[in-house]
């Protein structure tokens, strides 16, 4: 409403901006999946004394333009027996699942542009007031795009791995969101800017205060269901090679299966910048003015994300059976106490 | 307004579609569509906590459950009764039973809108906020609240009981 009150050009300038902003996390988004996986194959080789890419541009940088080009010429393939408009549909829903999640993700403390705006504008696409209940919103729908692909497929290792994802991602939902619930709780706030708001300074003058010093146990909770939410190894099995080919995308090709590749990079680059507004606090960091803390943002997405990748190619899969077993028997728990704890600890302390 | 009437045509023709449909599939990704719509319609109404709960607990989780069952069943399409050029009244059992509890539904519909009085604004504050949906939910309507959340304990029960293989009281039997 304050914007209201400007002039006309003000006014279409925030909305220029606005639109701007849009854009650039949108192509961002789409950079940050080729970057990873650059990234993922460059760190894969190391870990295992390989060179990676290295011949398509200056150390394998373009290789994953190669990829998408190599993958735009070939054909798309739909089988016979296939639910033609579903099969369609699924890459759709998964790739939109993953790029809508980002939308309530704010990733920078609000600035002008150097003057530029006469209303500080927030980073973030939309300033939704229950911001984290859309992420866990958009978390549920992207199951619809793997159990569509693993059905419409009609394939035995499509159904299972689709079966297998979506059993998955509801059992692992419950820890993830009981982990969100007990941040909620320390934040006071359902909006995604508020929690990291209440993360700026610091406690006796040099531990910064980022929720994950008060809820350790939540961030590993939330660290391991977004694993899981992701269906990155060690919790793989939507995909897992020995067992199901390639689980619910063995029958898709070319640009389909690159949607499906697309939403696991930017689920994942969504997943850890949740993570860093939950639990590091944001942009808050020392050293650097406000209206730089985006690039403390970057650092932190990024950390978590290498250590996505570290992870992936240092842990074996585990057996589907004990996937099941963890998430129920041990996580869930886990998570259930630590949210009555930490509500004991609000009620009791005003932590 | 414009956006009030997109929301509530996607919801009134997708619900519709719903029961058109002949591929069960089909039948839940509609259902979702339409409470997708609804979830748009509470947004317009500013009430966006209930809008996101509506897609987390309904489109999220329980179409998910139905979704499941519709693939594992693998039912491709419906069987088409043999009684189906029978009046729905003569029908057999379920049928009937399910044709009189939709005239009900139908009679409650028209007699709810003939009333065309306004029921006034939801009482306990806004419903926007999520601090008051929660003090009013334990406060004013903290009984009808537990006893939903006994009912669906019981419905729990009781799917666990009928999904059981072999139930220890037929075992007794020879």
Redesign the interface.
């Known amino acids: 409403m304050a914007v209201r009150a400007r002039g006309r050009g003000a006014l279409t300038r925030f909305f220029a901006a606005q639109i701007v902003l849009t854009l650039f996390v949108f192509v961002m988004l789409l950079n940050s999946a080729a970057i990873m996986v650059w990234v993922e194959r460059k760190v894969a080789a190391l870990l295992q004394q390989r060179l990676g890419p290295y011949l398509v541009g200056p150390k394998g940088l373009l290789q994953p333009l190669a990829d998408v080009v190599k993958l735009m010429f070939k054909e798309e393939l739909r089988p016979k027996a296939a639910?033609a408009f579903?099969f369609g549909l699924a890459p759709i829903i998964s790739a939109t699942c993953a790029f809508a999640a980002f939308a309530v993700v704010p990733f920078g403390a609000s600035t002008t542009f150097f003057g530029l705006l006469d209303e500080p504008l927030r980073l973030q696409v939309a300033d939704?007031?229950?911001a984290v209940?859309?992420i866990?919103?958009v978390a549920?729908?992207s199951?619809?795009g793997i159990?569509?692909a693993g059905?419409s497929s009609n394939s035995k290792y499509s159904?299972l791995g689709?079966?297998r994802a979506?059993a998955q991602m509801?059992s692992y939902e419950l820890s993830y969101g009981l982990a969100l619930a007990s941040v909620l709780l320390l934040g006071n706030s359902?909006s995604l800017t508020d929690i990291v708001g209440r993360q700026a300074g610091t406690w006796l003058g040099f531990i910064p205060r980022w929720l994950v010093f008060v809820q350790p146990i939540g961030f590993l909770i939330f660290m391991t269901a977004g694993v899981a939410e992701t269906n990155r190894a060690p919790f793989d099995f939507p995909e897992a090679e020995q067992e199901l080919v390639a689980g619910y995308h063995t029958e898709y090709s070319s640009m389909s299966f690159a949607m499906f590749f697309l939403a696991e990079y930017i689920n994942m680059v969504t997943v850890s910048a949740v993570a860093t507004d939950l639990f590091l606090g944001g942009w808050h960091g020392p050293f650097l003015p406000e209206s730089f803390g985006w690039i403390w943002f970057l650092l932190k997405v990024s950390a978590i994300l290498f250590f996505y990748v570290w992870m992936r190619w240092t842990l074996p899969r585990y057996r589907y059976d004990q996937l099941m077993q963890f998430g129920w028997k041990i996580l869930l728990p886990l998570a259930t106490v630590n949210l009555l704890v930490t509500a004991a600890g609000v009620l009791y302390f005003g932590l | 307004m414009t956006l009030f009437y997109v929301f509530a045509a996607i919801a009134v023709v997708a619900s519709l579609l719903v029961i058109a449909q002949r591929n069960p599939?089909y039948s839940v990704?509609l259902l979702?569509a339409s409470f997708g719509a609804l979830s748009g319609l509470y947004v317009l109404l500013s009430a966006?906590?209930v809008a996101?709960?509506q897609?987390?607990v309904y489109?999220?989780?329980i179409m998910?459950l139905f979704?499941?069952v519709v693939?594992?069943l693998n039912a491709p399409h419906e069987e088409t009764e043999a009684d189906e050029r029978r009046h729905v009244l003569l029908r057999s059992g379920a049928l009937r039973f399910g044709a009189v509890l939709a005239f009900a539904l139908a009679a409650e519909l028209v007699w709810a809108l003939s009333q065309g009085r306004d029921t006034g604004a939801f009482p306990g504050a806004s419903v926007a906020s999520?601090a008051a949906i929660g003090r009013t939910l334990f406060t004013d309507y903290a009984f009808p609240f537990e006893v939903t959340s006994i009912l669906i304990l019981v419905a729990l029960v009781g799917a666990v009981v009928l999904a059981q293989r072999d139930h220890p009281l037929d075992r007794e039997r020879p």
């Open positions: 639910d579903l939704v007031n229950v209940l859309v866990f919103a549920s729908m199951v619809y159990v569509l059905w159904l689709g079966l979506s509801i359902l | 599939i990704l979702i966006p906590f996101v709960i897609i987390v489109a999220g989780a998910v979704l499941f693939m594992l999520v």
